[in-house]
């Protein structure tokens, strides 16, 4: 597979966390590619007699579609990873793109949950870390984060402790 973040791993590093972003990401995309299909269809029927027209249509049609399938495919190639060492993004379908932060770079997460987010199903993390401002600072549209945050906060903090542990 092509576009697989696996090739991007070391030999010695263990994948906990591997997903894409939530579908809902496209939506804007998708909004303003319905609103170009209806835009062309509108002026098909209004310019039916004139070849120039129809012309255009065909083509802000073919221009919509051919973006949102370039929208689709990069949403589909790209991954977010969490290993047992760092967390990564792949993404891009011409250029390829992988940005990554070691996991003992990190010092502070957050994640937040819009009103859509929260019936949607996806959130945003904000991750800190000692020194400059990282590429992975803010990551949008992960699908489940309260679990996420569970599964990354166990890797930076380390497992708790059992309850029978802790009764002692």
Do not use: C, N
């Amino acid at each position: 597979m092509p576009y697989a973040p696996e090739k991007y791993l070391l030999p010695t590093e263990r994948t906990v966390i591997r997903v894409r972003r939530h579908w809902a990401v496209l939506s804007s995309d998708g909004l303003q590619a319905i609103g170009l299909v209806v835009l062309a269809g509108v002026l098909s029927v209004l310019g039916r007699t004139s070849p120039d027209i129809q012309w255009v249509a065909w083509w802000v049609l073919l221009t919509a579609l051919l973006r949102f399938a370039f929208v689709w495919g990069e949403w589909f190639v790209e991954r977010f990873v969490v290993t047992d060492m760092r967390v990564i993004i792949t993404s891009g379908i011409i250029t390829r793109k992988v940005a990554m932060m070691p996991l003992v770079k990190v010092t502070d997460m957050t994640y937040e949950r819009s009103v859509l987010g929260q019936m949607l199903g996806y959130g945003t993390f904000i991750v800190e870390s000692a020194g400059q401002d990282q590429a992975l600072s803010r990551i949008g549209f992960l699908p489940r984060p309260d679990r996420l945050y569970i599964q990354v906060a166990e890797l930076l903090f380390g497992k708790r402790p059992s309850a029978e542990a802790a009764a002692d």
